[in-house]
């Protein structure tokens, strides 16, 4: 049925690349045009205009598509399955992105995508629209040239993964039967510093959490007052010092009791990868790493929890100096958790640490995500690997693990199948923070990778 | 020349009381004025506006009066000095205001005043105008009735007092001669919590610091970078949790060297006031008191230093999580220091601390101002209380010292005189807060005891 092909990539991927070469021009307009679109889920901004904007993209690129309801927002699904027979890959992604401020950090307003020295800058650029809709675009180019895939496409979009993805569990334990698929792949994260793609096998989870501190019905003077009524952010200042040491050890009792080691492959892997601290130090203006200074870049990001605090408010913060003691203050953390730490035990040692080291203080649960791991020796570690490299032209770095969390744990503890991050974005994408941006040759490189991937499992499914 | 006087208060005394009684309302509704008039100084709002306002109060009254420029906010000078041998008097307050933020919490706007239960509800109703007002209206009251003073007048109203005072002592040493008095007595502060008056003999000092922390130069993604840049947040946290325990102790190195404990008498006449702490637990709502625990009240306000964290901010403060390691952190404080701390030495041992502990950290003097004492036993000790007498009708409580700071360290230490605060506002005045207010009754009882101190300071001329 299928064309005779050499490795890497068949001939017909290669028309596809040509494709996506001649029209790169609209592919880069459309783009702009849709990060044009706020969708912001913590602030409920835009998410179900951009919904239904997504169902009509995937319908004229020629899936079925439609939205699903959860408690929260909606889920978009796309599906083209008419390769029977081939395998079905499931591709994830979020159209929600993260609050813009401080708007006045950024160069050009982040909903106003503007082009400077090759990169795309808008919110969401990078994180994820820029990267799930270049795998739109990978099944509009096939479609385009071959009028057919060499396998079946499911794509899940979810409109609340800047939010703590409060509802995908529901959602794929309801909806198992429209989710099968034999792998699932997600373009979410970083390359590589350097430019070279990455495959990633898992991710790290995550709890967020407030702590609330209220010593007093109004703030007061701090002479008339100083040494008698306790100060709100004291009170949270010697509580966080309690979990975490300057030495960057999380004291949290108990916090760390499941985390499982590494196995022997996932740090040679790990190992393996050239991760300078002196290109991030560089990059980001850093002095030094974060305690502990001891840690190897990779073990940071990939074996270890974290204990960060996103947010302190309290008191006087306006210009020139306010005598008061403070009476309230807030802090907001999260954790990223490794396996297996589970979110909801994490969430209830740091509940019962805050009680015990400052009962007084409000603790507040956000939101809870499992970490995941898909095993770097699975059945479909040889094919990714090809696709990224035949798409980039270079070998994929392998990552045990990411840094960052996505709700992977559903496809692999929910579904049980095999979840890979192939992430599109350039490393100084800057998501989550102000002037977010993607490399143009990142996007169409992304857009290259998808056609690449379902190339290969066009080819994996006949040789299965 | 004076009329045969009985104490306590003379005759001469009790007309002038009737006048107050005879023009309370009036009185009142000028004050409202005066309040209506913004004057931030941190803000440099209205500084000048209400500088000439004062000048011109103090001429209609019947003082030579004028402004004395400084390098920050001028100077307001007022004069009577027609009572050749008798002693002069210097009343000193503050015509500039706090930063009335946050604005949403007042009941009524902060320069629109209200009258409600009895109290007059505007910034600066207690800290300072209402309590200076009073003094202008003692003279004037007093002149209404006899034409003369018995005893001479200066009044010096400083514009920038809730900013640190940072001219008052350069001025003082600059118009040593126009300010020779033979004692100055300061109304600012609260009443006892009964309502009791109290003559208070010193003040704390006041350090005031920023802290700020600047890790990298973006905030980053706390799963791409967490556990490898450092958080401006947490390298704070830390570095508080150097400068004091959570049992309430400084813990700066050296910073508490010079601290001279209280003598005897100092310590009999604080134990003897009716400090009660469960009074201050309920009116501010408190759980408890501040640590260290075991603390006696008066000591605490008196005797001990402190270290206040005014403000703490960075990060994310809005609504939902957001996943950030903050790069930037800015912490705002005051120390309240006592005998004999000096503020530069211990900025200077803050701030070799700082560096000890976080040398990248961003340390910024604010200001300062020395601590000051006048003997218990001063000569001018029982005249003050039968005046604080008769105006009130109760005894008064003496106060080794208040626990706030007032530049009075310019009159004791730079002029070598005696001085005395003689607060004239309620102890829930809420200054530095949202609804400050001061009671009618105590502004009335100000105005009072203004015009009992000329009384007693003209017997005592007579007699010395």
Not at 133 to 138: E, K, M, T, Y
Not at 299 to 314: A, C, E, Q, S, Y
Not at 321 to 333: G, L, M, R, S
Request: proline share 8%; charged share 20%.
């Amino acid at each position: 049925m299928r064309p005779n092909s050499t490795r890497p990539g068949s001939a017909e991927l290669y028309r596809v690349f040509e494709h996506i070469d001649a029209n790169k021009d609209q592919f880069i307009s459309r783009l702009l045009d849709y990060l044009r679109h706020p969708s912001i889920s913590a602030h409920n901004v835009g998410i179900g205009e951009v919904a239904e904007l997504l169902v009509n993209t995937l319908k004229r690129v020629g899936f079925e598509a439609q939205t699903f309801p959860t408690s929260g927002h909606p889920m978009v699904m796309g599906r083209w399955e008419r390769a029977p027979g081939a395998p079905t890959v499931l591709l994830y992604g979020h159209y929600d992105v993260q609050p813009p401020d401080p708007l006045e950090a950024w160069i050009s307003p982040p909903f106003e995508p503007a082009i400077r020295d090759g990169r795309i800058y808008a919110r969401g650029a990078g994180d994820n629209k820029g990267q799930h809709f270049a795998q739109i675009l990978a099944v509009e180019s096939y479609l385009a040239v071959h009028g057919r895939l060499p396998c079946n496409v499911l794509i899940l979009l979810e409109g609340e993964e800047e939010h703590g993805s409060p509802n995908i569990a529901d959602f794929v334990r309801t909806h198992r039967d429209l989710l099968k698929a034999d792998l699932v792949v997600t373009a979410d994260g970083p390359l590589h510093e350097s430019g070279r793609p990455i495959i990633t096998y898992g991710v790290r989870g995550i709890v967020s959490f407030e702590l609330r501190a209220r010593t007093a019905n109004h703030d007061v003077h701090s002479g008339n007052f100083g040494g008698v009524v306790p100060n709100a952010i004291w009170t949270l200042v010697h509580l966080l010092g309690t979990m975490k040491n300057a030495d960057g050890q999380i004291t949290i009792d108990g916090f760390s009791d499941d985390v499982v080691a590494p196995s022997g492959v996932e740090c040679s892997t790990a190992a393996r990868l050239p991760l300078d601290p002196e290109d991030i130090k560089r990059s980001l203006g850093l002095t030094r790493l974060d305690s502990p200074v001891d840690r190897p870049l990779a073990d940071r990001l990939m074996f270890h929890p974290t204990l960060t605090i996103n947010g302190f408010h309290g008191g006087y913060g306006g210009p020139g100096p306010k005598t008061i003691v403070p009476h309230e203050a807030v802090v907001k953390c999260d954790a990223r958790l490794v396996e297996r730490q589970a979110p909801d035990d994490v969430l209830d040692k740091i509940e019962a640490h805050v009680k015990r080291h400052a009962p007084d203080v409000q603790f507040i649960r956000l939101e809870g995500m499992l970490p995941s791991k898909t095993p770097l020796d699975s059945r479909y570690s040889e094919l990714l690997q090809r696709a990224v490299r035949t798409a980039h032209g270079v070998e994929p770095f392998i990552y045990p693990s990411l840094g960052g969390s996505l709700p992977d744990y559903v496809f692999t503890k929910i579904l049980g199948t095999h979840s890979f991050v192939v992430p599109y974005a350039n490393a100084d994408e800057a998501n989550h923070a102000p002037n977010e941006n993607i490399k143009i040759e990142c996007f169409l490189n992304g857009i290259r990778t998808g056609a690449a991937l379902f190339d290969e499992l066009g080819q994996w499914g006949d040789e299965s």
